[in-house]
């Protein structure tokens, strides 16, 4: 019989319960992931309520955009919020969403604002009753869109994230803080400067709006186009013109009342202005405002209108204002 040599026999046997050891961690039971399981996950407190504070925040903002779900915003109410709604007739969802729509018709901040692009930049909670949200998003308002950065404010109420979105008779200092520049960029951001100096005239417009005269302009009250210019608004979905502005200059003199020196500068002065209803056949809601303008010794015309058959004057009425203080009689005369 043949004898294994003892370091053979090491060897093997090392072998051997090497194997055995990792056959036995194998076969050892590592347990089940809670995933399977059906054993809740649970994410801390601070991350609970900062993912829903994001997700209600966000569900909030679609009120305000180009497709709102006017609905489904207004459970996100703060109890304080719908009392005071309550006063006014509001009562759900459905009452809500019609209230809302009026008072974006009337042009009414913030009703008739459309946000989008929203990036978050931070959620700041101070405690667990109130979170501050900072985000960059777009403003779109009279036919123009700047970028804006504010702070929004949510409060929490019996467990959720709600909206303060009453506050007083303001329904925007509760839950909406404002970059200071704000009101300024609403009016001016989105305007084109437009200087004629064949007119010896300057004034802003919206930079989405088309200039269709330099030359010439109608107005219903003057049997003749008269020297001025016409600015449009052109619908993206029917590529029709549905607003317009009509500047014309009507030669002075003006009543010795209203003049002053030469090469003096005066403001431009509101005479009188009067409704119109009909353009060569066209029904329209429009206004026509005829202004002194003292130091070109003449009268401007500003008509500004709307296709009465598809759109309302409120929707451009705040435009139509911005383009009208714009006016400035510019120091250069061609004859």
């Excluded at 309550?86 to 459309?114: K, N």
């Excluded at 003006?254 to 003049?259: F, T, Y």
Aim: glycine fraction near 4%; hydrophobic fraction near 40%.
């Amino acid at each position: 019989m043949h004898r294994i040599p003892t370091h053979h026999a090491l060897v093997t046997g090392c072998v051997l319960a090497v194997m055995m050891l990792l056959a036995s961690c194998g076969n050892e039971d590592r347990g089940v992931p809670k995933e399977e399981s059906g054993e809740p996950n649970t994410l801390p407190a601070e991350v609970v309520l900062y993912r829903e504070a994001r997700e209600t925040f966000l569900r909030w903002a679609d009120a305000f955009s180009p497709t709102p779900d006017l609905e489904h915003a207004f459970p996100l109410l703060n109890a304080a919020s719908r009392r005071r709604l309550r006063e006014q007739g509001v009562t759900d969802a459905r009452s809500f969403a019609d209230w809302f729509l009026r008072q974006a018709s009337a042009q009414r901040p913030p009703f008739h604002y459309t946000f989008s692009r929203f990036d978050l930049l931070d959620i700041d909670m101070q405690d667990t009753n109130r979170a501050v949200i900072t985000a960059t998003f777009l403003v779109h308002i009279h036919q123009s869109s700047f970028e804006s950065v504010g702070s929004f404010i949510l409060r929490r109420e019996r467990g959720r994230w709600t909206v303060p979105f009453v506050s007083g008779n303001s329904y925007e200092s509760g839950w909406w803080e404002k970059e200071k520049n704000f009101a300024m960029r609403l009016t001016e951001e989105g305007l084109a400067r437009l200087t004629s100096s064949r007119l010896s005239l300057s004034m802003r417009y919206p930079v989405a709006w088309d200039i269709v005269s330099r030359d010439r302009a109608r107005i219903p009250t003057q049997q003749n186009a008269l020297p001025g210019m016409e600015i449009q608004y052109i619908d993206p979905a029917t590529l029709s013109p549905i607003a317009f502005a009509r500047i014309a200059i009507l030669p002075g003199p003006l009543p010795d009342s209203l003049r002053v020196p030469p090469d003096s500068t005066a403001p431009l002065r509101l005479l009188r202005s009067e409704r119109i209803t009909n353009d060569l056949g066209t029904a329209v809601d429009g206004e026509l405002r005829v202004l002194a303008d003292p130091s070109q010794d003449r009268f401007l015309l500003f008509y500004s209108g709307v296709d009465a058959a598809v759109a309302e004057y409120a929707r451009f009425a705040e435009t139509f204002a911005a383009m009208r203080k714009s006016l400035a009689s510019t120091s250069e005369v061609v004859p």
